[in-house]
């Protein structure tokens, strides 16, 4: 088939950024994976006729680089984000007489939850009866990365940090309203919805000094950059956050038209053939960055789906609305599945469905192989 293009909408940092792991520790298996086997499967999808969008200009280098692409190719699309109304969020009934930081990620070893454990041990040393009121509040559960609970009950801060599990959205924002700050040590990221999501709030926000922290919250004054482990001023930070208990001018988000932008390029700007049929390939799982990428993209097409005819190609798992001019085929792509479908499965429905696709707009990161 002669697709006039392929756009993949790249959002999987692991491989792009340096990293030590031990292969033998907590989710070394995943991480081996995505550092060494993914980019080999990325490469088989990247022809002359593929572009490339990124969330952030620091991703686009690091992708550049990384798969040896021509920058020109690989466009920047910040992502939409939600809107908060701090009025509208309740402030979080914490327990009294504490300070409180909170750090929403889950438990891979890149989060680097063990940055702040190391940080309150410091903080001990600083300020002990300040350090016994900080409670850290981690939206994992303890099994979640059994090294690092180990670690805090040998070393007797069991009563530093909660636990409380993966937690509703609103109630993330209701305990970051309330906070002292965020702290998002994290150094893998394609964009690191937290940040905003605090910074529009008001509050402060303690990172690792990482580029992509530099570029998401540009210009907010609430932002305290930390060099990578030095866990000496992470403790001065937090101390500084719970003796002064700033609040922030909240943080408005640049509006950059993202999506306006990036389905001008699937249909080649003004003038472009009209009439298309475009293939739309969303079938990662509903975990919350794909889903939340995906759900942008529904609702970005739900106002300007043209007169083109749209195919979706969606895991079964995926919300499907009801839009004029698309089409979904659902598929199960768990593990092997999603290999047959990129490799066979999704050339040969389009073969039966008897359409001819002018674009083919990839949300998982990688393309079907129509060529073959």
């Known amino acids: 088939m002669n697709i006039k293009r392929t756009i993949i909408y790249y959002h999987q940092a692991l491989p792009l950024f340096p990293f030590k792991f031990c292969l033998f520790g907590s989710g070394a298996k995943a991480i081996f994976?995505?550092?060494?086997?993914?980019?080999l499967y990325v490469k088989l999808f990247l022809g002359k006729r593929t572009y490339v969008a990124v969330q952030t200009e620091d991703m686009k280098q690091?992708?550049?680089r990384r798969y040896q692409f021509p920058e020109d190719r690989v466009g920047v699309y910040f992502p939409k984000t939600e809107k908060i109304d701090v009025a509208d969020i309740t402030p979080y009934a914490y327990e009294r007489n504490t300070y409180n930081f909170v750090y929403p990620a889950m438990g891979a070893i890149y989060k680097e939850h063990t940055t702040i454990v190391y940080a309150v041990e410091q903080l001990f040393v600083q300020k002990s009866e300040m350090a016994s009121r900080i409670r850290i509040h981690f939206t994992l559960k303890s099994t979640d990365n059994n090294e690092l609970y180990q670690y805090i009950c040998q070393h007797h801060l069991e009563s530093s940090f909660v636990f409380h599990g993966p937690l509703p959205h609103d109630q993330v924002l209701s305990m970051l309203k309330s906070a002292e700050a965020l702290v998002f040590p994290s150094v893998i990221e394609?964009?690191?919805l937290p940040l905003v999501e605090a910074a529009s709030l008001g509050v402060p926000v303690i990172a690792n000094d990482m580029e992509y922290v530099r570029e998401v919250l540009?210009?907010?004054?609430g932002l305290n950059m930390v060099k990578v482990h030095d866990y000496?001023?992470?403790a001065s930070m937090m101390r500084s956050c719970c003796e002064q208990k700033l609040h922030f001018p909240y943080y408005q988000v640049p509006e950059k038209h993202s999506w306006k932008r990036l389905f001008d390029l699937i249909r080649d700007g003004e003038g472009a053939k009209e009439n298309r049929v475009i293939c739309v390939l969303?079938?990662?799982s509903a975990k919350r960055g794909a889903l939340a990428i995906y759900k942008q993209f529904l609702h970005a097409l739900s106002a300007d789906y043209g007169q083109d005819e749209w195919h979706v190609f969606v895991d079964v798992d995926m919300p499907m609305p009801v839009i004029p001019q698309v089409h979904y085929h659902v598929f199960h792509t768990k593990g092997f599945g999603r290999l047959w479908f990129d490799f066979v499965g999704c050339h040969r429905y389009v073969k039966q469905l008897g359409v001819i696709p002018d674009v083919v707009f990839s949300l998982q990161n990688?393309?079907?192989?129509f060529g073959w």
């Open 33 to 39: 994976f995505y550092r060494y086997i993914y980019p």
């Open 62 to 64: 690091r992708f550049a």
């Open 190 to 192: 394609t964009f690191g």
């Open 218 to 221: 540009h210009g907010y004054s």
């Open 232 to 234: 000496d001023e992470w």
């Open 282 to 284: 969303a079938t990662a």
């Open 366 to 369: 990688t393309g079907a192989f």
